[in-house]
């Protein structure tokens, strides 16, 4: 079945240091990638996309994501962590192929200690 | 724009009534979604519409669950009768295509609580 895996639930990171949130999806083709961050109460905000081309793409808030087709990932990644960074990330999948809607990873908790 | 807006943005009511949550989508997008947040099973789509018409109705739980797009501006999601397990954080979001392409516009939700 297709799937997008987050493997970590929760990750604390010092204010400052770098970040990677990883991503995992299972799909035939080449599916459209996509991050999106959720403060608390909040809707979900798009921090960056890939659809094809150059497999690093940059986002909003200094976010940057990298494809590798040969390990169907899509991990997310920030050289520095600000305290406002703390909020909920999820990777979502488009199976262009297969004719399917935006499907979300479980996300991942980002909390920054000072 | 606006964005996409939802209303109420949160709704208490008691098992067996009827619930109505209501969203309006960008103007000019093609696509309406809906999905549902729950801490145990993340974000699912239940539904999506292009220009008014139901593509995919798949994820709707059961027959409790209904959804109308009687216009390109206003959608509606009804839960008839609702039961405390419908407890969760319903969004609607738009875009201009179903891959995403222009990235999919979220609302800021409906908290429905059943008690």
């Known amino acids: 079945a297709q799937s997008v895996t987050q493997p970590d639930i929760h990750i604390t990171v010092s204010e400052g240091a770098s970040l990677e949130l990883r991503c995992n999806y299972s799909?035939?083709?080449?599916?459209?990638l996509f991050w999106y961050v959720q403060s608390p109460g909040q809707g979900l905000q798009l921090l960056l996309k890939y659809f094809s081309g150059d497999t690093l793409v940059q986002g909003i808030k200094g976010f940057e994501a990298e494809f590798k087709r040969s390990q169907s990932s899509f991990n997310l990644r920030k050289p520095s962590v600000h305290w406002s960074d703390a909020a909920e990330y999820f990777c979502?999948?488009?199976?262009?192929?297969?004719?399917?809607?935006?499907?979300f990873g479980k996300g991942t908790t980002l909390s920054v200690s000072s | 724009d606006a964005g996409v807006i939802q209303s109420p943005r949160h709704e208490v009511t008691e098992m067996g009534q009827e619930v109505t949550l209501r969203c309006k989508p960008i103007s000019g997008h093609d696509y309406l979604f809906w999905y549902r947040q729950t801490m145990m099973r993340g974000l699912e789509l239940l539904i999506y519409f292009n220009n008014n018409v139901p593509i995919d109705d798949s994820g709707m739980p059961e027959d409790r669950f209904s959804a109308k797009m009687p216009n390109a501006s206003f959608s509606t999601l009804k839960i008839q009768p609702s039961e405390p397990r419908d407890s969760a954080v319903y969004f609607c979001?738009?875009?201009?295509?179903?891959?995403?392409?222009?990235?999919?516009?979220f609302g800021s939700g409906t908290r429905l609580t059943v008690v």
């Open positions: 799909y035939g083709a080449t599916p459209y």
């Open positions: 979001a738009s875009s201009f295509a179903r891959s995403g392409e222009g990235g999919y516009t």
């Open positions: 979502a999948v488009v199976d262009n192929q297969a004719g399917t809607a935006l499907i």
